[in-house]
């Protein structure tokens, strides 16, 4: 069976009081080829979304990203608002 490393990631993967972010160079070197990244929880957007997107992207690694659904919120306003965030 061959399997094939990646990442799950959102803002809680960097500390908000430092400067750095994720290093996906460093997580492409150490094997990772794609990352799910969390786009947004209801109607809000992951404050590191568009870092993430980008820098993901900039590193050669395939991307995918995820709601978290929040059930004080409408699905369909919901949907909506991750249907736009990475237009």
Known sequence: M???LGC???RWQDDISTPQRI???QMRDAGARFVFIKASQGTWAD???LYNWQAAKDAGLYRGA???F???D???EQARFFAGLLR
């Open 2 to 4: 061959t399997y094939i």
């Open 8 to 10: 799950d990631v959102s």
């Open 23 to 25: 290093n996906f160079d």
């Open 47 to 49: 404050r590191d979304i």
């Open 66 to 68: 995820y709601h978290y």
């Open 70 to 72: 929040d059930w004080r």
């Open 74 to 76: 409408g699905s369909e």
